[in-house]
């Protein structure tokens, strides 16, 4: 069974403030990453991907992912209010071009950042 | 594009009756998935299909669900009997081949059985 877990939260920081969100998974053959956004009632859309080890910086958002480790982290600088949502990882097999897409999901982060 | 467009948005049926959700995937696009929402077990994916074949299917949680499509352009999920626990939302997404890429989602359906 693929798992992926995320720390349970919820997680309420400062505006301003740098969010940290931390994701691990089972499954060593995952071969990509990502993190989606999901506000209350809408659908999940995707912030970050990421497919090797080291950091990837997009705006305020920072993937890291450590493949020995397991590990995939969003840090999220200068907080807004308007970051408040559910973050969900979720990583993808990859293998051989026939699971593109295919995402194993973490149970999601709850956000807050409060003015 | 317009997106991945999914109808009903909602659907409210009382338990015994057959659903039908709808999806379009993006244009283009060989992969289409059917995923459920729930408080409880979270985003779980149903099924999949590339290029209009089913290709796993394990994540139906059983055989009152049903998914089909006919062509690159439309999908259905079907649940029939229904049943309250079948409550959630229900997204459809879709994706290219091409290797790291990103899965699109619709709007979802949020589906009350009562």
Same mark, same amino acid.
């Given at each position: 069974?693929?798992?992926? $877990?995320?720390?349970?939260?919820?997680?309420?920081?400062?505006?301003?403030? !740098?969010? =940290?969100?931390?994701?691990?998974?089972?499954?060593?053959?995952?071969?990509?990453?990502?993190?989606?956004?999901?506000?209350?009632?809408?659908?999940?859309?995707? !912030?970050?991907? !990421?497919? =090797?080890?080291?950091?990837?910086?997009?705006?305020?958002?920072?993937?890291?992912?450590?493949?020995?480790?397991?590990?995939? +982290?969003?840090?999220?600088?200068? =907080?807004?209010?308007?970051? =408040?949502?559910?973050?969900?990882?979720?990583?993808? $097999?990859?293998?051989?071009?026939? %699971?593109?897409?295919?995402?194993?999901?973490?149970?999601?982060?709850?956000?807050?950042?409060?003015? | 594009?317009?997106?991945? !467009?999914? %109808?009903?948005?909602?659907?409210?049926?009382?338990?015994?009756? $057959?659903?039908?959700?709808?999806?379009?995937?993006?244009?283009?696009?060989?992969?289409?998935?059917?995923?459920?929402?729930?408080?409880?077990?979270?985003?779980?994916?149903?099924?999949?299909?590339?290029?209009?074949?089913?290709?796993?299917?394990?994540?139906?949680?059983?055989?009152?669900?049903?998914?089909?499509?006919?062509?690159? %352009?439309?999908?259905?999920?079907?649940?029939?009997? +229904?049943?309250?626990?079948?409550? #959630?939302?229900?997204?459809?997404? %879709? +994706?290219?081949?091409? $290797?790291?890429?990103? #899965?699109?989602?619709?709007?979802?359906?949020?589906?009350?059985?009562?």
């Amino acid at each position: 069974q693929k798992e992926v $877990e995320q720390n349970s939260g919820p997680l309420s920081v400062p505006e301003g403030a !740098i969010a =940290s969100l931390n994701c691990t998974y089972s499954d060593r053959g995952s071969q990509s990453f990502f993190w989606y956004r999901q506000y209350s009632g809408k659908s999940p859309e995707l !912030i970050m991907s !990421i497919y =090797s080890n080291g950091d990837k910086e997009d705006g305020r958002f920072t993937a890291q992912l450590n493949k020995a480790s397991q590990y995939v +982290s969003l840090l999220i600088r200068d =907080s807004q209010p308007s970051d =408040s949502a559910t973050y969900l990882c979720a990583v993808n $097999e990859g293998a051989g071009g026939t %699971s593109y897409g295919k995402l194993t999901f973490g149970q999601g982060t709850i956000l807050t950042v409060h003015p | 594009d317009a997106g991945v !467009i999914q %109808s009903p948005r909602h659907e409210v049926t009382e338990m015994g009756q $057959e659903v039908t959700l709808r999806c379009k995937p993006i244009s283009g696009h060989d992969y289409l998935f059917w995923y459920r929402q729930t408080m409880m077990r979270g985003l779980e994916l149903l099924i999949y299909f590339n290029n209009n074949v089913p290709i796993d299917d394990s994540g139906m949680p059983e055989d009152r669900f049903s998914a089909k499509m006919p062509n690159a %352009s439309f999908s259905t999920l079907k649940i029939q009997p +229904s049943e309250p626990r079948d409550s #959630a939302v229900y997204f459809c997404a %879709s +994706s290219w081949v091409w $290797e790291n890429t990103e #899965a699109f989602f619709g709007q979802g359906t949020r589906l009350t059985v009562v």
